[in-house]
């Protein structure tokens, strides 16, 4: 007997898991371990193939199946492409994905890392087209039936907030819920609601969000105590000035129920009258106006001040992988609700404040002789000398709104803030030119968001460059005498991934060059050379590849 017949290949199987709610996930045995049990015992009775269980765990509580961006599933991706996985198995196909899109995106991350998956409760054979489509079908059936749920839910709630009725969240402070349950609506708690009245009234008079948290804190004002249904207890803590601001700008003190940018008249009673209320927002939108002004911008340098096309604020957030921080700006909507938006927006933002401020530093360069109304040689001379000295961070304290909008970026500058910048009187600025607009774009490079401002420049990739480098570095060992298998032990890597890779090796000195210099198309990232077959015709690789497009 050959060893090929008596040595079965060990194929690494990871298990994952999701589910879309956080019910339950408390208790001993939940629905993720329900999902692991079945996947483990199908693990098992394939023993005799060779298959294995990875011990990574891979589970996503309380997460849709409509986004990718799942912590675990992001783990699972980069385990993949690491090729440390050859079989994924879950318990039916919608735990992995219920949008056909991201379905298809997956598979062709597989493909290229060679790696299957496994449904143990549904049987199909992808390898033929009539497996094809029956997992189409599954999937388009998965995707429909979320997203008539979503929009269900999203207009009772939207109708229900029409109507006045509190449809359920976190209770602001000064309010209890109503103690019959089947009435949608608060009560107030006259303890807390004294907290509230005095918080407002403490910001009329002195008009410091800073000062108003100290006052607070030196009486002992505490935010609201609230106990879950699993026994977690929060709050009771001193107020922070995050806190105090939400109260302030909470609509809910003056009876109305909020939803997303609009309010309606609620059923609940008023904490605050109209009065003290119009006051006080009119204060807290000065001190925005205002904020433009500062000499020392925050990291978040756009904070307050991005907005949708909804008019929905854009909130700096971030996510860590490994030591590894990264920030994004995103929809306060997502943030809130948890929910997949596909109006809402995910940005990355080192790139939008680098790419707004190099919209803001170019547009004032190019309307310089018409900033002021009434142009002199002398006022012109003055604004080159003072914009000359405009960094890109400084560029972004001019910015007064910032409106994102599919394809333009609408750009607000303060006219307090570059009058000062500039030395010249606020009047002499003409307000027409303190507005622009310029062309924006997302592109994808692999799991990458790229933000382009008008023609896309092209930058270089350094992983793609790396490549090139070592793909030409083995090409020189194999003709040497070196194995393939050797190359790829050195790497921790199969054969295969050598292969896929070495092929570079053979791309036209004219790519290599354009490669180099960052003149590739946006979308050829390594991910798409390796999976690509590459012509042997030169001219034909420079069409296939799209940089004929590209040019």
Known sequence: ?????????????????????????????????AQRE?????????????????QNRYDDGGLSGGTLERPALRCLLDDIEAGKIDLIVVYKIDR????????AKLVDQFDVANCSFVSVTQSFNTSTSMGRLTLNVLLSFAQFEREVTAERIRDKIAASKKKGYWMGGLLPLGYDSHPDPKVRSLVINETEAETVRAIFTLYRDEGCLRTVRQIASDRG???????????????????????IQFILRNPVYIGRIRHKTESYEG???????????????????????????????????????????????????????GSRRHRYYISSRLLSTGAADAAGWRLPA???????????????????????K???????????????????????????????????????????????????DRASLDGDQLKFAVPFQLKRRGVETRIIMGADKGQQDARLIRMLALANVWLTEIRSGTRVKDIAARHGWKSVMVRQRIQLAFLSPRIVAAILDGRQPTELTLTRLIASDIPSDWDEQWAALGFDAAA
């Open 38 to 54: 079945a996947c483990e015992n199908y693990i098992s009775s394939q023993r005799h193939e060779g298959w294995k269980l990875v």
């Open 374 to 424: 009434a142009p002199s040689p002398v006022i012109i001379n003055q604004l080159k000398f003072a914009l000359d000295d405009l960094t890109a961070r400084s560029a972004l304290s001019l910015i007064e709104r910032t409106i994102v909008s599919p394809g333009t970026l609408q750009i607000t500058l303060c006219a307090d803030a570059l009058s000062a910048h500039v030395g010249i």
């Open 267 to 321: 059923l609940h009673s008023p904490i605050i009258d109209l009065a003290l209320w119009d006051e006080v927002q009119g204060m807290l939108d000065s001190k925005s106006r205002k904020r433009s002004l500062r000499t020392a911008p925050s990291k978040a340098t756009l904070t307050g001040c991005i907005f949708d096309e909804t008019g929905d604020r854009l909130t700096p957030t971030h996510s860590k992988k």
């Open 1 to 33: 007997m050959s060893p090929s017949s008596s040595e079965k290949r060990t194929i690494r199987c990871a298990i994952y898991t999701r589910k879309s709610s956080d019910e339950g996930l408390d208790q001993t045995f939940n629905s993720l371990d």
């Open 96 to 103: 992995l994905t219920r949008s056909l899109s991201d379905f």
């Open 221 to 243: 004002y505490r935010s609201k105590h609230r106990v879950y249904e699993n026994g977690k207890v929060t709050g009771s803590g001193p107020l922070r000035r995050g806190q």
């Open 350 to 372: 080192r790139q939008l404040e680098q790419s707004v401020a190099d919209a803001v530093l170019q547009y004032l360069s190019s309307r310089l002789p018409y900033l002021p």
